[in-house]
């Protein structure tokens, strides 16, 4: 991980904010092997009160950097979003956009949190999930799996735990690859 | 002899007179006079720019006012850098005073952090702050101190307080008594026209053997560019705080008495001045 010095991992990826998605977005993404589409359908409250006018699709677009932190010595997320005409999301717009069961923790300390920051690498403006409480949860995580004698890949695991805080959600197959590579 | 202490008030003290001019393209009810500023090397453009923001929206009307950025010579100026940094990067060997361009419209979005309020201004200080306590005294000191006293930190740049700020501060330049100084030095290289924002690795201040490595180690170990003479001249010079330390001093030291309220060296690698 040491190495990550200079480069970083990095992946696109569009969410639809509504029920209502637009039937071309899957063929955009067709042609481009670097995106990966997800669908995040959010369940509406009760469909008796969904209107027949099809509410317009916010589609926004995540980039997600992962870099490693000298200061810190842990992995850092990085990430930017904008709307598909191109105008980013505001610092407040992305605070929103947490899912609801860690805004409890977000409203604790927004400013400790998420942030807006320059890019170490790219010297632009990226949104970054706040480094400095990784050890302590990192380490819970180790210390159970080394007493259970599981493998754990550390970048798998930490992705795990903070990605979803901004949208990002790492598929199981992830988990089931981790296990494997470690037999080899 | 110099005392020590009175490099971190020259240092604190520094000030960079600086002229403000709107820009052209901005719309205004009536023609608007520059405005001049004696600019504190330690803070930060939107901190300490309230009265320049008022005097240009005096003449522009209330719709055509957006967030505020300034600009030198094309360049968006980042806020977020303190703005001695800022000087000494991209204007150190020019006429005084800095000429500055101010904007209120075409925010630059893929340049430029934005800064809604103080509190920004404080989550980027105390982030800075922090983190440099990560490298020196892996966040102890920082952690060990209650909320107020970070809140003193803050208070003490705001309002350029220099004992107010230093009798928090003087806590994060200590070191256990059993070592010679801070596990890692916080610093920042800087190189006008890059891709890289700056150049920011690990190095110790105390060699295995226990000598005190200097500023020129430092730069050999990270940015051997910087100190390479070419067809037998410095084609750079490393500036710190606008002067060029000698190479020799220790760096210890200078990240002691030459850092900013920050807690990190800001360093910036110009090009030679041509007489």
């Known amino acids: 991980m040491k190495d990550f010095a200079d480069g970083y991992l990095s992946k696109t990826h569009f969410q639809v904010t509504n029920r209502n998605v637009p039937p071309d977005l899957k063929e955009k993404n067709k042609d481009n092997i670097e995106q990966m589409l997800f669908m995040h359908v959010e369940e509406s409250l009760d469909d008796s009160q969904v209107d027949g006018v099809c509410a317009t699709a916010e589609v926004i677009r995540y980039e997600y950097h992962v870099l490693y932190s000298n200061s810190y010595q842990v992995p850092v997320l990085y990430f930017r979003a904008c709307f598909l005409d191109g105008r980013p999301l505001t610092l407040d717009e992305i605070w929103k956009s947490v899912h609801a069961c860690y805004q409890a923790r977000l409203l604790e300390g927004p400013w400790d949190t998420i942030t807006q920051q320059e890019h170490p690498l790219l010297g632009q403006p990226f949104f970054v999930l706040h480094p400095c409480r990784t050890n302590e949860f990192m380490s819970s995580v180790l210390i159970t799996s080394q007493k259970e004698n599981r493998c754990t890949n550390y970048i798998t695991s930490w992705l795990s735990i903070v990605g979803p805080v901004v949208g990002l959600n790492l598929s199981l197959s992830y988990a089931k690859l981790a296990s494997e590579q470690m037999l080899i | ?275």
């Open chain 2, 1 to 275: 002899m110099t005392d020590d202490k009175d490099v971190l008030r020259d240092v604190w003290f520094g000030r960079i007179p600086t002229c403000f001019t709107l820009y052209q393209d901005e719309i205004t009810e009536r023609e608007a006079e520059p405005y001049y500023l004696l600019l504190p090397r330690i803070s930060y453009l939107t901190l300490v720019t309230d009265k320049v923001k008022k005097h240009f929206q005096k003449v522009m009307r209330q719709e055509e006012v957006s967030e505020i950025w300034f600009e030198y010579e094309g360049t968006p100026l980042k806020w977020h850098y303190p703005i001695g940094l800022l000087f000494d990067l991209h204007a150190s060997n020019t006429a005084l005073p800095w000429s500055i361009t101010v904007h209120f419209k075409n925010f630059p979005e893929k340049d430029l952090l934005h800064c809604h309020s103080k509190d920004v201004i404080e989550a980027h200080f105390m982030a800075c702050i922090k983190e440099a306590d990560a490298l020196k005294h892996k966040s102890q000191v920082i952690n060990e101190m209650q909320k107020k006293d970070h809140k003193q930190l803050w208070m003490g740049l705001q309002n350029d307080k220099f004992e107010q700020f230093w009798a928090i501060n003087r806590k994060l330049m200590e070191y256990p008594p059993e070592d010679s100084g801070f596990r890692y030095i916080p610093f920042r290289i800087y190189q006008a026209a890059t891709e890289r924002p700056f150049i920011q690795k690990l190095f110790r201040p105390i060699a295995s053997g226990g000598q005190l490595h200097t500023l020129g180690d430092l730069l050999k170990d990270v940015c051997p560019s910087a100190i390479t003479p070419e067809d037998g001249e410095m084609k750079t010079q490393v500036m710190i705080h606008g002067i060029e330390p000698m190479l020799e001093t220790p760096i210890q030291w200078l990240s002691e008495h030459m850092s900013y309220p920050d807690n990190f060296l800001h360093i910036s690698i110009i090009p030679q001045p041509t007489d």
